[in-house]
């Protein structure tokens, strides 16, 4: 059993969206503020409604708020959760009443409608749960108790979640859901009456006679009974009575404490050992030592066939205090658990982890113009992005360029010249109106070469479920042929345009176009190439641009030449951009002006 469709209606940052989820490792990324967190407490109200402890509730605060229309009032939240049946037969049994058989295909189907009304001059949610196809169909509140969550909050706190005694004790929890434990090489269970004897034989100590523990008792009451003999109306003074707390398991492992040795058993030589406290160690020590703890649970309870029988993990931002190396190791560890029949949802901003993640499992949310839509890499058919598609672009996302699903809009360029170059020309140069492209959330993507069609696949798509909300810029160059003014490469690359995908060929090369677009760049590039070969003979007159490309041929070259004009750029206040890549920019940044895209909102 696991959840595979949620949709929320007027909760939040949402007016409505629909989500698909996988069985196993589900990864929700995008930019602040862009529904995650949202999503994963939507996911808390209705996994933990029917319990009896509860740690969110909805408020009126919870309500869709329609940023672009003052008028829109909304009085209704609603949640609707479609779970696959799998191939347990308790599933159907315990959840009868939830089977929904539209379509013809059988799922359980769990709705929740939180109505907001008023009662003279207060206001309350009037709740309306059921489960099938039909509202009023009533479900009974034993099957909820085997839906189970566990929750990790993007702050957590350590130290108060670990230390001995506080309020809700992470490690007095794992030792309370035990139910064996090994001996040697014996496995033993641990019933509730073994605990009950266990905490009696321990408690034993404090009530022997041969141990000091019942005398020091009595010398501590009996000071605080003389008191309040003397202080107090005679024969109505309270006469108390003093025991030691631990009568019950749950007493003892409250008190146990969390503490990493400083040094290794084979250090010690014959020396006591030392520990550092958890106040001691870093943030980030602190989370996976935490994490680990709450995580430790999770797998008991998951072993235990006797427990639930649908279990998740709601993660957000693992990443939190952790550096990328870290990340990657904790990130592979979670997705390891889904193997214990868990369903895992993740929020993230980090590239780390999105590069790290089965595209499969990725689930960008976007926001334009306070518009989000959701953009599934598990909802794209092989027409739409095949196995060639997948491979390729898992191979070119590194923790750069998976940068592009956080962003506004993305630019891809094929080398490094115009990774460096296009920046510059568009916060200085670009006439009317400059942009910082940083500022703008825009990101420029180099991809090393000009396969530039898995990237596009992503925005092109006629479905606006399809791809992605922000909008693309592609530049390329177009190579021109003596019998062809774009070469076939650069005209199949203009066929990928369309939707949320412009094209923009270069009439030549970048450096060729840049070079002849006017008298005022020809000098200055001509004076930033004299600089780097000041003892070439035919640099020292005029050249032109066909010269400047000649001496250009390598990579290498290129990209010691376009760092050393952007570094020229910085300096001066006067170049002229060419059309195309102006273009291209004023496209990927109108996105963030209009309300043309709607996406699946």
């Not at 919870?62 to 049946?85: A, S």
């Not at 072993?303 to 904790?330: I, K, S």
């Not at 760092?563 to 002229?576: C, G, M």
Request: proline share 3%; charged share 30%; hydrophobic share 35%.
């Amino acid at each position: 059993m696991y959840l595979s469709r949620l949709c929320i209606k007027n909760f939040r940052t949402f007016k409505f969206i629909e989500l698909d989820f996988n069985s196993g490792v589900n990864i929700l990324i995008g930019e602040n503020n862009s529904g995650k967190s949202a999503i994963i407490d939507a996911l808390r109200i209705c996994f933990g409604y029917g319990k009896s402890e509860k740690d969110i509730h909805i408020k009126e605060s919870d309500l869709y708020i329609n940023q672009n229309n003052p008028l829109e009032k909304n009085r209704e939240i609603r949640f609707d959760l479609i779970f696959e049946i799998g191939n347990n037969p308790m599933v159907r049994e315990c959840f009868y009443d939830f089977i929904s058989l539209k379509d013809n295909k059988e799922t359980i189907q769990f709705h929740l409608k939180f109505e907001l009304e008023d009662r003279g001059k207060r206001k309350y949610f009037n709740r309306t749960v059921w489960g099938g196809d039909n509202e009023g169909q009533s479900i009974p509140y034993e099957a909820l108790q085997e839906i189970f969550y566990t929750y990790l909050s993007p702050l957590r706190d350590a130290i108060s979640g670990l230390k001995p005694y506080s309020y809700d004790n992470k490690t007095s929890q794992l030792y309370n859901q035990l139910t064996k434990f090994n001996k040697g090489e014996d496995e033993i269970e641990l019933t509730e009456k073994l605990k009950d004897e266990l905490a009696k034989d321990l408690y034993s100590i404090f009530e022997n006679n041969a141990k000091d523990w019942v005398f020091i008792l009595n010398e501590g009451q009996q000071k605080v009974n003389e008191h309040l003999e003397g202080t107090g109306i005679k024969k109505k003074y309270p006469d108390i009575d003093m025991n030691y707390v631990g009568r019950k398991f749950s007493d003892i492992v409250r008190g146990i404490e969390l503490k990493r040795p400083v040094f290794k058993p084979e250090k010690l030589n014959g020396c006591e050992q030392q520990y550092f406290m958890l106040h001691q160690n870093g943030l980030g020590e602190n989370n996976l030592i935490y994490t680990s703890v709450i995580l430790g649970d999770l797998i008991n309870r998951s072993e235990d066939t006797g427990l639930e029988l649908y279990n998740a993990l709601l993660v957000e931002e693992p990443e939190a205090h952790l550096h990328p190396q870290y990340q990657n190791t904790f990130f592979s560890y979670l997705n390891e658990l889904e193997k214990r029949g868990l369903q895992i949802f993740i929020t993230s901003h980090s590239p780390t982890i999105t590069a790290k993640a089965d595209l499969k499992n990725i689930t960008v949310l976007q926001k334009q113009n306070n518009n989000i839509a959701a953009f599934a890499f598990s909802k794209l058919t092989d027409t739409d992005f095949n196995e060639k598609n997948h491979r390729h672009l898992k191979k070119f996302l590194d923790t750069t360029k998976s940068q592009m699903f956080f962003a506004s809009g993305t630019i891809l360029v094929e080398g490094v010249a115009e990774a460096l170059l296009i920046p510059e020309l568009a916060k200085k140069f670009l006439k009317p109106k400059i942009y910082d492209l940083e500022k703008e959330g825009i990101e420029l993507v180099n991809i090393g070469g000009v396969a530039f069609e898995h990237f596009a696949k992503l925005f092109n798509n006629k479905d606006a479920k399809k791809r992605l909300l922000s909008k693309c810029a592609i530049i390329t160059d177009s190579d021109p042929e003596k019998d062809k003014p774009v070469s076939d490469r650069a005209a199949k690359a203009k066929k990928l345009e369309g939707n949320n995908l412009v094209v923009r060929l270069a009439p030549n090369t970048l450096e060729h176009d840049l070079f002849d677009k006017s008298t005022t760049n020809k000098k200055i590039m001509q004076e930033v190439y004299r600089t780097m070969h000041k003892d070439t003979e035919e640099l020292k007159g005029d050249f032109d641009s066909n010269t400047l490309m000649c001496k250009l041929k390598s990579n290498r070259d290129k990209g010691d030449f376009a760092l050393n004009l952007a570094d020229k750029l910085k300096t001066i206040s006067e170049f002229d951009v060419p059309d195309y890549i102006k273009e291209a920019i004023e496209f990927v940044v109108s996105a963030n002006k209009d309300d043309s895209q709607k996406a699946n909102i």
